[in-house]
């Protein structure tokens, strides 16, 4: 499994309402083709660009960094952080358009939808205040966020497999 997810986001400033800015992440209003990212290569590119904290990386987050093309941004690296800062989840939309949903399928990754996400974590509230949130499939990280919004004292766990989608997480 590649990373854990603690309720800080490589990605954005750890302080202390990065739950809250995150909040809204469920919402995507950001389309692939505004963050116009054509490969693999060139979201993990994308991703390294945005990593603050680079020592948080597995082995093998290192080694498809060490492989993706570091000249690859778009544009406006800033477009994309601040897309992401707004709630929105340009990163996960990008990796899914990039594999089928039939690859995605085949290994497990579903990438749940905002309004489910939404839903799941209303029935989450509904069955109490749980002390610890794993989410083991964690793809762009759309339901643990979403859960560490409503449930601010949860110890949050986020797993994934994949290096890539954990780069985006």
């Given at each position: 499994m590649s990373a854990t997810h603690s309720g800080i986001?490589?990605?954005c400033d750890p302080g202390p309402h990065a739950a809250a800015v995150h909040a809204s992440r469920v919402q995507p209003r950001t389309t692939v083709e505004a963050v116009n990212i054509q490969t693999e290569q060139a979201l993990a590119a994308v991703c390294l660009s945005l990593i603050d904290r680079p020592g948080l990386l597995?082995?093998?987050e290192t080694a498809l960094l060490a492989?993706?093309?570091q000249g690859l941004f778009p544009p406006d690296i800033g477009a994309i952080r601040a897309?992401?800062?707004?709630?929105?989840?340009?990163?996960?939309?990008?990796f899914s358009a990039l594999r089928s949903a039939s690859s995605r399928r085949a290994a497990g990754a579903v990438y749940t939808?905002?309004?489910i996400v939404q839903s799941m974590v209303s029935w989450l509230a509904a069955q109490g205040s749980p002390e610890r949130i794993v989410d083991p499939g964690a793809g762009s990280g759309r339901f643990i966020i979403a859960a560490g919004a409503a449930f601010s004292d949860?110890?949050?766990?986020?797993?994934e497999k994949d290096p890539l989608a954990a780069l985006i997480l």
């Open positions: 986001c490589r990605h597995s082995a093998a492989n993706a093309a897309a992401i800062l707004g709630g929105e989840d340009p990163l996960g939309d990008a939808p905002a309004r949860a110890r949050l766990v986020a797993v």
